[in-house]
T-cell receptor, first 111, second 114 residues
Framework: ELKVEQNPLFLSMQEGKNYTIYCNYSTTSDRLYWYRQDPGKSLESLFVLLSNGAVKQEGRLMASLDTKARLSTLHITAAVHDLSATYFCAVDETSGSRLTFGEGTQLTVNP | ETGVTQSPTHLIKTRGQQVTLRCSSQSGHNTVSWYQQALGQGPQFIFQYYREEENGRGNFPPRFSGLQFPNYSSELNVNALELDDSALYLC?????????????FGPGTRLTVT
């Protein structure tokens, strides 16, 4: 059974600081997704990573995928309050059949 | 292009009752997946429908059932509701053919079972 683990689960950081969220998974897959969820809302797609070594950047967020290490990272640069949300990684091990999500990382950016 | 829509937005039911949730897929998408998200947890896969057939099921009992219609919209039915069924139910649509199989999520239905 595929396991997806994120750490940390809770992250409180100051504006302007950098930090990385880690996503480890237990089976071979080259399809990994990052989503953002605001309280009471649905999931917003952030990044789609489809191959080993894939790196994508959007604003202050950058995601990467290392399929050999079964690890993806979401790096936050110079955090701002608007980035406060819960971030989920999800792995697709069956080519579009189902996503297995991590537990989520609840990020709070303090002024 | 119309995004994924779900109805109703919120629903309150009593234990033992039955509920039907609805989802309209994004224009051009032929696959719908349903997820259950309990408070403070990541979404869990319930099942997926592709061209009106069930195409994969997660670890949910048979009282969770679904349908997909010729226009690719979908229903999730839950019988004999239990308190633990209280959750946000998300549907996601995708275009199965080709990469990247990205799933686009609807706004969700918040189900409360009392």
């Amino acid at each position: 059974e595929l396991k997806v683990e994120q750490n940390p689960l809770f992250l409180s950081m100051q504006e302007g600081k950098n930090y990385t969220i880690y996503c480890n998974y237990s089976t071979t897959s080259d399809r990994l997704y990052w989503y953002r969820q605001d309280p009471g809302k649905s999931l917003e797609s952030l990044f789609v990573l489809l191959s080993n070594g894939a790196v994508k950047q959007e604003g202050r967020l950058m995601a990467s995928l290392d399929t050999k290490a079964r690890l993806s990272t979401l790096h936050i640069t110079a955090a701002v309050h608007d980035l406060s949300a819960t971030y989920f990684c999800a792995v697709d091990e069956t080519s579009g059949s189902r996503l297995t999500f991590g537990e989520g990382t609840q990020l709070t950016v303090n002024p | 292009e119309t995004g994924v829509t779900q109805s109703p937005t919120h629903l309150i039911k009593t234990r033992g009752q039955q509920v039907t949730l609805r989802c309209s897929s994004q224009s051009g998408h032929n696959t719908v997946s349903w997820y259950q998200q309990a408070l403070g947890q990541g979404p869990q896969f319930i099942f997926q429908y592709y061209r009106e057939e069930e195409n994969g099921r997660g670890n949910f009992p048979p009282r969770f059932s679904g349908l997909q219609f010729p226009n690719y919209s979908s229903e999730l039915n839950v019988n004999a509701l239990e308190l633990d069924d209280s959750a946000l139910y998300l549907c996601a649509s995708s275009l199965r053919a080709g990469l990247p199989y990205e799933q686009y999520f609807g706004p969700g239905t918040r189900l409360t079972v009392t």
